[in-house]
């Protein structure tokens, strides 16, 4: 099985600062790589798919970039409503499997 | 518009039979994976199991392998979860997900077993 790692697994930052999560895996997925926001009490939001692409209506301060078993989403100027949990996944082998998620809060 | 629409949420014992559903509506749900993902209070997410309709290849995370089953309905475009004999330990939030990438979710059925 691919286990995904995510670092740090907690962060606090302040509203405008510019955020980095990391996420490994351990083999090469490719690009198969998704990044998703939980916001408490929702179902998950995806944000980017295939390491890089923003799904349809995510806003451009998300972005995600890496290859084969090294991945970073940034948040560019982070705002009130995105602080939340943020999980990344591979899905180059099925079933996909999940980080243990980045928790972002307010400092 | 894609909607993946859950069945709500049950409160059985241990022991029970339970199967929830995932009614899937807007795309060609043939040809689009489609599974179960896992939540335990406060916890992180878990995919649980995947099916392709099209062929109804279907693969199951190592930890519930033996433990729930996937199905589908092709005829009614519906994907199902079912447990033989709950244990408390499958209280947990259980979403259903469109695809290996997750662009679309359904909003989740809370199951609880408790005695």
């Known amino acids: 099985d691919i286990q995904m790692t995510q670092s740090p697994s907690s962060l606090s930052a302040s509203v405008g600062d510019r955020v980095t999560i990391t996420c490994r895996a351990t083999?090469?997925?490719?690009?198969?790589l998704a990044w998703f926001q939980q916001k408490p009490g929702n179902a998950p939001k995806s944000l980017i798919f295939?390491?890089?692409s923003l799904q349809s209506g995510v806003p451009s301060k998300f972005s995600g970039s890496g290859s084969r078993t090294n991945f970073t989403l940034t948040i560019s100027s982070l705002q009130p409503e995105d602080f939340a949990t943020y999980y990344c996944?591979?899905?180059?082998?099925?079933?996909?499997?999940f980080g243990p998620g980045t928790k972002v809060d307010l400092k | 518009e894609v909607q993946l629409v859950q069945s709500g949420a049950e409160v059985k014992k241990p022991g029970e039979f339970l199967k929830i559903s995932c009614k899937a509506s807007?795309?060609?749900?043939?040809?689009?994976?489609i599974g179960w993902v896992r939540q335990l209070p406060g916890k992180g997410l878990e995919w649980v199991a995947v099916?392709?309709?099209?062929?109804?290849?279907?693969r199951y995370s190592p930890s519930f392998q033996g433990r729930v089953t996937i199905s589908l309905d092709k005829s009614i475009t519906t994907a199902y979860l079912q447990w033989t004999s709950l244990k408390a330990s499958d209280t947990a939030i259980y979403y259903c997900?469109?695809?290996?990438?997750?662009?679309?979710w359904g909003q989740g059925t809370l199951v609880t077993v408790s005695s």
């Open positions: 099916i392709y309709p099209a062929d109804s290849d279907t």
């Open positions: 807007g795309y060609s749900f043939i040809y689009n994976w």
């Open positions: 996944q591979q899905y180059y082998s099925y079933p996909p499997t």
């Open positions: 295939a390491a890089s």
């Open positions: 083999q090469d997925v490719s690009n198969y």
């Open positions: 997900v469109r695809g290996g990438e997750g662009d679309y």
